[in-house]
């Protein structure tokens, strides 16, 4: 990520302005891998204003394809740079669509005819709520997704498919594990080294999606948010987006990718594989470096999740801190060196030069054939 991008990131976390709407063809995208995994279902984009929403307008154009039971938007409210929409007239000449109201949408019958307004999740919006069998209602609270009333919508459906706020994404996770919820959602890489994340990844309930495995992605913005990074645009229609690395999709949804084994053809020498200096493995600089004849510890970035197969790896831990592997095998002191504390926060190579920390590395292992 880029000084530009992380600045944005912190602007948005600080300001908890991190309303980022995710672009529709990210997730027609991954969505080709789910397809049979959404009949019946009822799926809740719960962070998602539907006049602005392309989870919304993916899944509403959808409705059929997919197969859907129902489909629930919620959203907050006094949320900024909304496109102003025309939405249908309700009792006493009221529209709950105008303003900055919470709402949920519930969608329970799509018919034909949607052609004309599938690009626009606001004219798809109105289309849909002139069925009687689909409503619109203002929520008595503010419609943060924490909100007891927010979490009883969620226990009533079976996938969340949303991209939640940057600076929520632990709590917003925990709640859906807390629900026993599938989930398809949108993060930041860096997320799956988080102390409440990893260990979903290492007992196999959390994975990475397949359809983002490096680059950027583009997002667009409120009118209030800034664009003082290099990655930004402004369309002719005013629309303002940004770019944002490290981008991935989160899921327990099963994806055909995890069961297809990584190939592998470097070999191993110590001269090419430096070993740790506080673990017990070697280093591997790449994914694409894992070496096909060594079957001990080895330390790789955490982009190994965008290969990862359950079947052919192990997930041993993650070199951070506080040691949860319980696989370091040396703790650093002031003696060692005045950035003690940074060494042990890392896995560690011993160089000519001195101690030369890792950015945060699995530790993983190939899985014996007969395991």
């Not at 991190?18 to 969505?31: L, P, R, S, V």
Request: glycine share 8%.
């Amino acid at each position: 990520m880029t000084k530009g991008h992380r600045e944005d990131l912190d602007k948005a976390k600080r300001g908890k302005a991190d309303e980022f709407y995710t672009q529709y063809a990210d997730i027609e995208k991954e969505m080709s891998d789910h397809l049979g995994q959404f009949k019946g279902k009822r799926v809740l984009c719960n962070c998602d204003d539907p006049r602005e929403s392309n989870f919304f307008r993916y899944f509403a154009a959808n409705f059929l394809t997919l197969g859907l039971k129902s489909l629930i938007a919620t959203c907050q409210g006094h949320q900024q740079g909304r496109t102003k929409g025309k939405g249908p007239k309700r009792q006493g000449g009221k529209d709950p669509l105008k303003g900055d109201r919470a709402l949920a949408i519930e969608i329970n019958e799509v018919g034909g005819g949607l052609g004309p307004f599938a690009k626009d999740p606001s004219a798809l919006l109105g289309r849909l709520l002139k069925n009687r069998r689909n409503s619109v209602r203002e929520l008595s609270g503010d419609g943060d997704f924490r909100s007891e009333e927010c979490a009883s919508i969620l226990e009533s459906c079976d996938i969340v498919a949303t991209n939640p706020p940057f600076s929520l994404f632990r709590e917003f996770l925990r709640q859906l594990v807390a629900h026993d919820k599938k989930f398809l959602i949108i993060g930041n890489i860096n997320a799956a080294t988080y102390k409440d994340v990893f260990p979903l990844i290492m007992g196999d309930k959390l994975w990475m999606g397949h359809s983002i495995h490096g680059g950027d992605r583009e997002f667009r913005v409120p009118s209030s948010y800034p664009l003082d990074a290099a990655g930004h645009r402004v369309d002719p229609s005013g629309a303002r987006f940004i770019r944002v690395k490290g981008v991935r999709w989160f899921t327990n949804l099963d994806v055909p990718h995890r069961h297809k084994p990584l190939r592998l053809t470097e070999r191993y020498s110590p001269e090419a594989y430096p070993g740790y200096d506080n673990y017990d493995a070697i280093e591997v600089s790449a994914v694409s470096r894992i070496p096909c004849d060594y079957f001990g510890t080895m330390c790789v970035p955490i982009t190994f999740l965008d290969k990862y197969n359950p079947s052919q790896f192990r997930i041993l831990g993650i070199t951070d801190r506080q040691n949860t592997s319980g696989l370091r095998t040396r703790k650093y002191t002031a003696s060692d060196s005045p950035k003690y504390n940074d060494l042990n926060a890392r896995g560690v190579i011993l160089t000519d030069q001195g101690y030369k920390p890792k950015y945060a590395r699995l530790l993983i292992r190939r899985r014996d054939p007969d395991d």
